[in-house]
């Protein structure tokens, strides 16, 4: 017999509520940001872009998510992590759905990554702030 295991992930209506959250955050704080929410595979439940939100930034909000979800930790203690093992660093830069700059947050309940939160556009501290804001007024 195989031995098998539920997984639970995160569903549309909870990724709405979190992308929801962080444009409410952004508006307060009036920057403007690309929000990506993903399953926990990294796959994208929900998108949305402000206006005015710099275009390239909505690739790195889908990476920042990608990552937090699969390595289940903030991106933001990436650098800290490889700062002095510069060829990991390398290699996984070159990933295209891994990003090591902060701004994803794994989003956890129940102990279990069920997805992932990824904000880009805005400061990388504003996108941290941003991305913590909308896990703690969904989750909270």
Known sequence: MVNTHSISTLSL??????SDAAIAQ????NVNIHVHVVDHTGETLSYQRMPGAPLPAG????QKAS???NYKT???VWASKVSKKPNVATSL???PDIVLIGGGVPI???EQVVGAIGIAGALEEQ???IANAAVEKVLG
């Open 108 to 110: 956890i309940i129940n």
């Open 67 to 69: 990552t937090a979800a």
């Open 93 to 95: 830069v070159q990933h």
């Open 74 to 76: 903030p991106t933001d």
């Open 13 to 18: 209506e909870g990724a709405i509520q979190f």
């Open 127 to 129: 996108d941290i702030e």
């Open 26 to 29: 952004a508006q307060r704080m």
């Open 59 to 62: 690739d790195i909000a889908k």
